[in-house]
């Protein structure tokens, strides 16, 4: 008994190291190494293509919508009146207090509305359900600021640039929208809203620097061009 179990150990190890011969001489064949080369070098082309087509595609879309991106000094001075200022929502923090980029955006929509450009307020942000609220802390923050309740109105389905610009088309269409964000987003909304029909004009809200821009710039270049492409199905 013995006997024939060592054999049949003995027996898989020689299959076992026969198997791993062979391995290894596939894996040491030029042939692959070849083969292997030309598929990562086809992989690698490929990403720089993509990469360089996103690039393509967000630095035309900025250049595209850059001129209506206006100071509040530059809309005062101009006597330019809007039927609206939109302002997009953003991260709150767990206790509901608005992030700084919130913060800011709110902030700087009470001051074009103060200026008197503008005697409605909406914002539009993600309440997807009651354990997150983005747009119920902007209205009171805007309130606190000075804003009259009465001025102040909510988008609580504006999950998305896309979906806010979207859902203020259906009551704004001829209207004249004065849009509010930091302006590496502030691209993307007027892009938008000019293909949705909408003249839009933007004020950007970078009251302070925000920790990790670096990421947000990336993440918003793959968003524009997410963006275009969803605006050219539309168009279709």
């Known amino acids: 008994m013995k006997k024939t179990l060592r054999e049949a150990f003995s027996a898989f190890g020689a299959k076992c190291r026969d198997a791993a011969g062979r391995l290894w001489r596939v894996l040491s064949s030029p042939r692959l190494h070849k083969a292997l080369l030309t598929v990562l070098c086809f992989l690698l082309a490929t990403l720089i293509l993509i990469g360089a087509s996103a690039l393509a595609i967000s630095a035309s879309l900025c250049a595209k919508v850059s001129p209506r991106i206006r100071t509040l000094e530059q809309l005062a001075a101009s006597g330019e009146a809007f039927d609206l200022i939109l302002v997009l929502g953003c991260r709150v923090h767990p206790d509901g207090r608005p992030s700084d980029m919130l913060y800011d955006r709110v902030a700087t929509a009470m001051s074009v509305y103060s200026a008197g450009l503008a005697d409605t307020l909406l914002m539009s942000g993600d309440n997807r359900d009651r354990y997150y609220n983005e747009v119920g802390p902007m209205r009171e923050l805007a309130i606190e600021l000075g804003a009259d309740p009465e001025a102040v109105f909510t988008d609580p389905y504006g999950l998305s640039t896309y979906e806010s610009v979207e859902h203020l088309l259906k009551s704004c269409k001829g209207k004249r929208v004065l849009i509010v964000t930091q302006e ?28 990790n821009q670096w990421k947000r710039d990336l993440r918003e270049i793959l968003a524009r061009c997410k963006d275009v492409f969803l605006c050219a199905a539309d168009e279709h």
Not at 189 to 207: M, P, R, T
């Open 184 to 211: 590496y987003h502030l691209y993307r909304a007027l892009y938008i809203a000019e293909k949705s029909g909408l003249e839009a004009y933007g004020v950007a809200a970078d009251l302070r620097s925000y920790s």
